[in-house]
């Protein structure tokens, strides 16, 4: 599945000599950081990166457009669609309990990783009353069969915390090499009891015109068109997890998180193993886009006419915004930039721009700010904020944000007018 999408971009980099998956990888995909990158030898393995490292890359696919995108995010989000179950899935095709993690082309890589890390994961688990979870987490390889597995305080964290305390482990399947409807919904955040299984369907009905397919194993269904499946088991036990570089480019702390136990590998034949580069342009689009729907839904509260919402590059995606709308009323800029920051809590910086900016070009957006903002009348300041543990510059996750009201003032808009032809 994922060697044939990568064959309908005519931009793919292949790599045919062997590369090592110690530090080497990392370089082509720096070195093509918005290009698909196929690798067909790392340990003799097919591994690619870099697939859905632009927008027009991931809306193509989708068959929509980098505008609507958020539109199309939403609209999964807000009507999750159950899943189809079928008898067979192609990854049943090899499936052994004799493999070696370190085998497999687990990419190291940054120098000071903690060691070879799974990056594009997604775990599926059901919890005792039939809820399934799929959300991403990132591994290091511990052994041959161990890993430690990275929760953040959310719904897998619920799901194994309430097993862990009764001594228990958590059964769940690991999912690796996925197309990009599964994988922008197992970076949404939405409610408990809301499946991103069923996300990816409501994307897949959108897109493709059917629902997703799903095969049962052992009691948790697995998307169909995943390239690598694991049984798998979340201990009780800690044990020490990191460095890694994550979305900021920089690295984040050694923490102790949970050890998980790969007992089981299903592939497809001739696998594509993905490796998300940590802190590239692939990782900004799949924890990024997401996000922009939940700050569209919150400005959208308190100002009528919202045009758009962007997570920038330049702020990995994740700290910096613009958002656009039309005013109705002075303040409105003002309003947007407290509805952004309650939209997305990680968000340290955004900026507000009229309707007429694009806010997809850095440069006209500076232009705004350039032209329409005066600092001592038009920045809104939050110090002491709770902001992104991401952040390396915050303080115990507290930041100031800031907020720039780059909209025409209404009573002396044609002021503010550019001139055309």
């Known amino acids: 599945m994922l060697r044939e999408i990568i064959g309908r971009f005519e931009d793919t980099i292949i790599v045919e000599e062997p590369v090592s ?6 370089k082509y995909l720096v070195k093509y950081r918005d290009r698909p990158v196929l690798f067909r030898n790392v340990d003799g393995w097919s591994l690619a990166g870099n697939i859905w490292s632009t927008r027009e890359r991931i809306a193509g696919y989708l068959g929509t457009e980098k505008e609507k995108l958020l539109h199309f995010i939403a609209s999964a989000m807000e009507n999750p669609e159950p899943c189809r179950t079928v008898e067979s899935a192609p990854f049943m095709a090899n ?142 036990e800690l044990t020490d997890e990191g460095p890694f570089v994550d979305i900021t480019g920089t690295y984040d702390h050694v923490r102790k998180q949970p050890v998980v136990v790969f007992e089981r590998m299903h592939h497809v034949d001739e696998p594509v193993f993905h490796a998300l580069l940590p802190g590239g342009y692939e990782h900004y689009m799949l924890m990024g886009l997401p996000k922009e729907p939940q700050i569209y839904a919150s400005v959208k509260r308190v100002v009528p006419r919202v045009h758009g919402v962007r997570l920038t590059e330049g702020g990995a995606m ?30 340290k910086h955004v900026v507000v721009v009229d309707g007429d900016i694009n806010i997809y070009d850095d440069r006209e957006v500076e232009w705004a700010i350039a032209t329409r903002f005066q600092a001592d009348r038009d920045l809104v300041i939050i110090p002491n904020a709770r902001g992104s543990s991401l952040d390396p510059s915050a303080e115990k996750s507290l930041t100031a944000k800031w907020g720039i009201d780059a909209t025409k003032p209404l009573e002396r808009k044609e002021d503010f007018e550019r001139a055309e032809v």
């Open 318 to 347: 994740w700290l910096h915004a613009v958002v656009s709308i039309t005013k109705q009323h002075d303040g409105d800029g003002k309003n947007a930039i407290l509805a952004a920051f309650a939209g997305h809590p990680s968000l």
């Open 95 to 236: 499936s052994t309990a004799d493999f070696s993690l370190r085998e497999l082309p687990v990419p190291k890589y940054y120098p000071r990783d903690g060691g070879q890390y799974f990056t594009s994961s997604m775990v599926i688990a059901r919890d005792e009353e039939g809820f399934v979870n799929m959300s991403f987490h990132r591994m290091m390889v511990i052994d041959d069969k161990r890993a430690a597995i990275r929760l953040v305080p959310r719904h897998l964290y619920a799901m194994w915390k309430e097993k862990a305390e009764m001594g228990e482990e958590l059964d769940v399947r690991i999912v690796v090499g996925n197309p990009i409807h599964l994988l922008l919904a197992g970076a949404t955040s939405v409610a408990y009891g809301t499946s991103e299984l069923e996300i990816a369907s409501a994307m897949s009905r959108m897109a493709f015109g059917k629902p997703l397919d799903v095969f049962d194993l052992g009691g948790i269904p697995v998307p169909v068109e995943t390239e690598f499946v694991f049984e798998a088991k979340i201990l009780p």
């Open 21 to 26: 998956k110690e530090l080497e990888v990392t």
